[in-house]
């Protein structure tokens, strides 16, 4: 039998070589020549091109990093501001600090308003004070004139201290009640402000300047509004009466009473005031003076009230005599002339206004107060039972002397 030898000898090809091993173990490797001078030189030469590569990789991310957020900076400075703009409330927060004077105009909207806080440092916009407002339904009583407020206040403290009284800076306040004279206003005015009566008489001479319509034909007897004002320390004769017509105006306007009827509705306006004992009755009076201007009373339609004539005496009370009732001088005779007097025969308030817009219906002719204290007003189709409760009057006042 042939051994291993042997027959490696008969085969072809490589045979396994004997190591340590074993017979079939892996040829030991072969060790590499040493490197040449000139390879070694080559191999530093690209080791160091590498590094180079690296190092202008390096400073290029650098300076695109640098780019970046030079870019991001100056993006955020740019749009931070827009952004803290587009994003800020409208409104500051709290009651504000410090002390500002500031003057709402007659007639003034809210919009006009929170302008004129804006302007003065009060509110932060006047959209803060015009949603303010509108969320508080007082609002629509801030009277004109001159108020102490603060400096950066919200929207709705300075609507509340608009509506404080103590935050106004008045010369005086006045309150004129309804059916007032115009000589009595003045009066009123003055003994509140301490000006001389005859700076409002020389003011009421200057119609164009106080306010008055043509259709009041220089007279302001009538424009004069009933209510409670606040005036301005420095406010002048003519900037105060100027300030009661405006306000006139302002009620007819928000009653849409058309320009070409407010005297003649101003008139009967002032005859109802003057007449009435009561709000209550205003109505039924205001259609009273309807039925007589139609000649209801078949006299030519004649009015025929005393309030009237005594207007025209230039004297008070609604009590006449039979020779001043006689007297067809006097413009404002009802009993002598038809129709309405050449104007109103004192200033009405709201409630009269109203009165002559919306007549009560009914069929009365008459009326008359029969008690001065509690303003009880009877009415009546009958001549006979009209002169029954002028009796009553009358009586009423024989028993009240000091009335």
């Known amino acids: 039998m042939a051994d291993r030898d042997d027959l490696a000898a008969m085969l072809p090809g490589d045979h396994p ?41 390096t400073v290029v991310m650098l300076v695109a990093v640098v780019v ?45 308003i929170g302008e004129t806080l804006h302007d003065a440092g009060v509110v932060k916009t006047s959209k803060a004070f015009v949603e303010a407002a509108a969320d508080e339904p007082a609002s629509q009583k801030i009277q004109p004139g001159e108020y102490t407020l ?23 306040r006045v309150t004129l009640r309804e059916g007032l004279r115009q000589t009595q206003v003045v009066a009123a005015l003055a003994k509140a402000t301490g000006l001389p009566s005859s700076d409002y008489t020389k003011a009421l001479k200057d119609p164009e300047a106080i306010g008055l319509p ?27 009466l100027k300030m009661l017509v405006a306000r006139t105006t302002k009620v007819l306007d928000d009653l849409d009473v058309p320009e070409d009827e407010r005297q003649t509705l101003l008139t009967k306006a002032s005859i109802v005031q003057a007449e009435g004992g009561s709000e209550r009755d205003f ?22 009230f005393d309030s009237t004539v005594s207007y025209g005496t230039g004297r008070g009370g609604v009590f006449t005599t039979a020779a001043e009732r006689a007297d067809t001088k006097n413009l404002y005779n009802t009993y002598a002339r ?34 001065l204290d509690t303003g009880e007003t009877k009415f009546t189709t009958s001549y006979q039972q009209h002169l029954g409760y002028v009796q009553q009057l009358r009586d009423w006042i024989k028993a009240h002397p000091s009335k």
Do not use: C
């Open 17 to 57: 070589v004997e190591g340590p091993g074993g017979p079939y173990a892996a040829p030991a490797p072969v060790a590499e020549p040493p490197l040449s001078r000139r390879d070694q030189r080559h191999d530093r030469d690209r080791a160091r091109r590498r590094k180079q590569r690296r190092g202008r990789r």
């Open 150 to 172: 603060r400096k950066q206040m919200s929207g709705a403290a300075a609507v509340s201290l608009l509506l404080d009284p103590s935050s106004r800076a008045a010369r005086g």
């Open 283 to 304: 109505g039924k009076i205001a259609t009273v003076i309807e039925r007589r201007l139609a000649n209801d009373l078949q006299n030519g339609g004649k009015l025929q």
């Open 338 to 371: 038809a129709g309405l007097p050449v104007g109103p025969i004192g200033n009405p308030g709201e409630a009269a206004i109203k009165a002559v817009l919306d007549p009560t219906p009914g069929p009365w002719t008459y009326f008359t107060v029969v008690n």
């Open 68 to 112: 970046v957020a030079g870019a991001l900076f100056g993006a955020i400075t740019v749009l931070k501001p827009i952004y803290d703009k587009l994003t800020a409330s409208d409104d500051y927060a709290g009651s504000g600090s410090g002390s500002v004077t500031v003057t709402v105009a007659e007639g003034a909207s809210a919009t006009r």
């Open 214 to 240: 043509a259709a009041a034909k220089g007279k302001a007897e009538g424009w004069l509004f009933p209510d409670t004002y606040e005036l301005a320390p420095d406010a002048t004769a003519t900037e105060q």
